[in-house]
């Protein structure tokens, strides 16, 4: 479980990495927001309900250190989001 959650949190980095990139080539805060929701915070949250108990507390803190980051980079409306009440 370890390795692939190490996976999803860099292939999420670098994810994060390129809408640094749209960011500063002048995407719009709003389309960003969308994009972030779409291709970051949804790869977290999509299979999360049967994994999600699996998961060391470490790692359970280490997502939601990545998705308070995406939130709070990127202006989403949700910005509290937290892996470990998702799966309760």
């Not at 805060?29 to 060391?56: H, M, T």
């Not at 910005?79 to 470990?84: A, L």
Request: aromatic letters at 14%; proline letters at 1%; charged letters at 10%.
């Amino acid at each position: 479980m370890d390795s692939h959650s190490q996976f999803i949190l860099s292939q999420c980095a670098q994810r994060m990495y390129l809408l640094k990139l749209l960011h500063h080539q002048g995407l719009p805060d709003a389309q960003l927001s969308v994009i972030a929701n779409a291709v970051i915070i949804s790869r977290f949250l999509y299979a999360l309900s049967a994994w999600g108990e699996f998961l060391s507390v470490e790692l359970v803190n280490r997502i939601n250190a990545f998705l308070f980051l995406t939130s709070a980079a990127f202006w989403l409306s949700s910005g509290s989001y937290d892996c470990s009440r998702t799966y309760e």
